[in-house]
T-cell receptor, first 115, second 114 residues
Framework: DSGVTQTPKHLITATGQRVTLRCSPR?????VYWYQQSLDQGLQFLIQYYNGEERAKGNILERFSAQQFPDLHSELNLSSLELGDSALYFC??????????????FGQGTRLTVV | AQSVTQLGSHVSVSEGALVLLRCNYSSSVPPYLFWYVQYPNQGLQLLLKYTSAATLVKGINGFEAEFKKSETSFHLTKPSAHMSDAAEYFC????????????FGGGTRVLVKP
């Protein structure tokens, strides 16, 4: 158990809909990262938050947004969903703001299926 | 921009045989390198990390990796494969030029034959 909790584990929704994925980081970790894993794109970095503020942005679509709350949990919002958004979405957390020698601890992921 | 290349998306080994997974990185400065393993229907788990203290790094489950700056490589090995090693393995890199974010290779799926 990594200590990172993601809910829900599975989500099935229709095209055009909006969903929210939730992540609780390990106790004490201030950084949260979101990744998308799909067969064709592999593991893609989406976005990082550190102590409530956006720290780094990756290949995140404009239809997607995220935030980190004062209690450090994070939510990833996906809207106007398309079939191609079907993927496994991982949350990870690390101590600090992503210092070079710190590893990230991953949750078990949310499997999103858009039908 | 930094990147990580894993040679071979699939590797098949016999139980008891050597496991060798290849990872090459591109970075203009010495990076920090990681190997993660993903078992079916699970998240990623850290196997080991290189943080410049020693070029040969030992990780969990009998895995180790050697950092070779001249070859820009960080290959993962295990002397004797076990059935439980069947999983997907990811090499990842952090470097200042990329805002310290963790960038992953494409992954290598390991199949262990009895």
């Amino acid at each position: 158990d990594s200590g990172v909790t993601q809910t829900p584990k599975h989500l099935i929704t229709a095209t055009g809909q909006r969903v929210t994925l939730r992540c609780s980081p390990r106790s004490g970790d201030l950084s949260v990262y979101w990744y998308q894993q799909s067969l064709d794109q592999g593991l893609q970095f989406l976005i990082q938050y550190y102590n409530g503020e956006e720290r780094a942005k990756g290949n995140i679509l404009e239809r997607f947004s995220a935030q980190q709350f004062p209690d450090l949990h994070s939510e990833l919002n996906l809207s106007s969903l398309e079939l191609g958004d079907s993927a496994l979405y991982f949350c990870a957390s690390s101590a600090g703001d992503g210092a070079l020698n710190t590893e990230a601890f991953f949750g078990q992921g949310t499997r999103l299926t858009v039908v | 921009a930094q990147s990580v290349t894993q040679l071979g998306s699939h590797v098949s080994v016999s139980e008891g045989a050597l496991v060798l997974l290849r990872c090459n990185y591109s970075s203009s400065v010495p990076p920090y390198l990681f190997w993660y393993v993903q078992y079916p229907n699970q998240g990623l788990q850290l196997l080991l990390k290189y943080t410049s203290a020693a070029t040969l790094v030992k990780g969990i489950n009998g895995f180790e990796a050697e950092f070779k700056k001249s070859e820009t490589s960080f290959h993962l090995t295990k002397p004797s494969a076990h059935m439980s090693d069947a999983a997907e393995y990811f090499c990842a890199v952090r470097a200042p030029a990329a805002g310290n974010k963790l960038t992953f290779g494409g992954g290598t799926r390991v199949l262990v034959k009895p």
